[in-house]
T-cell receptor, first 110, second 120 residues
Framework: SQQGEEDPQALSIQEGENATMNCSYKTSINNLQWYRQNSGRGLVHLILIRSNEREKHSGRLRVTLDTSKKSSSLLITASRAADTASYFCATAGYGQNFVFGPGTRLSVLP | DAGVIQSPRHEVTEMGQEVTLRCKPISGHDYLFWYRQTMMRGLELLIYFNNNVPIDDSGMPEDRFSAKMPNASFSTLKIQPSEPRDSAVYFC??????????????????FGEGSRLTVL
């Protein structure tokens, strides 16, 4: 299975701190994506990084990808209470079957 | 665009009843996915379609589950008969992969708000 596995399962930080979440996967990928899910809502796409990219930025988000280690990290800088959510990595092979990891629950305390 | 639209948002039914969940993908997207989310198993891909044709249904748990996509703007996921273990949130998502120089690049998924199913 190419399923991603996020680490940690849960993370609690103070507002203004940085939050780092990691994702590991098992097989070759086309790209890796990160999604956010607020409680009771659908998933929202945050950022996509292709297999030939090593780092990508979007606002306060920074994603890295290490294909040799089959791992990725998501960094949220200067976190806000509104960042409280579950974060999922999804790996996509060369078909269209996205596989999601179990997610990291992030709590940002005011 | 209104995004991916799912209905109903909530469904409570009794064991043995038929359940039909509906999805309208984003106009122009040619891939449609059905996912199921539970605390125990996380997000599971049930089936996905390309241009209304089922491509991979290996995630469909058993014959009680069926999915159709009669046209580009509508899909259904049916459970008959329903069981308590089917209780979950069912998500529909659509995507439009990019195509460059003959290669297909996986795009982002756009999710609906989900249908929360409770089977008593």
């Amino acid at each position: 299975s190419q399923q991603g596995e996020e680490d940690p399962q849960a993370l609690s930080i103070q507002e203004g701190e940085n939050a780092t979440m990691n994702c590991s996967y098992k097989t070759s990928i086309n790209n890796l994506q990160w999604y956010r899910q607020n409680s009771g809502r659908g998933l929202v796409h945050l950022i996509l990084i292709r297999s030939n990219e090593r780092e990508k930025h979007s606002g306060r988000l920074r994603v890295t990808l290490d294909t040799s280690k089959k791992s990725s990290s998501l960094l949220i800088t200067a976190s806000r209470a509104a960042d409280t959510a579950s974060y999922f990595c999804a790996t996509a092979g060369y078909g269209q079957n996205f596989v999601f990891g179990p997610g990291t629950r992030l709590s940002v305390l005011p | 665009d209104a995004g991916v639209i799912q209905s109903p948002r909530h469904e409570v039914t009794e064991m043995g009843q038929e359940v039909t969940l509906r999805c309208k993908p984003i106009s122009g997207h040619d891939y449609l996915f059905w996912y199921r989310q539970t605390m125990m198993r996380g997000l599971e891909l049930l089936i996905y379609f390309n241009n209304n044709v089922p491509i991979d249904d290996s995630g469909m748990p058993e014959d009680r589950f069926s999915a159709k996509m009669p046209n580009a703007s509508f899909s259904t996921l049916k459970i008959q008969p329903s069981e308590p273990r089917d209780s979950a949130v069912y998500f529909c998502a659509s995507s439009l992969p990019s195509r460059k120089l003959g290669h297909l690049y996986t795009g982002e998924l756009f999710f609906g708000e989900g249908s929360r199913l409770t089977v008593l």
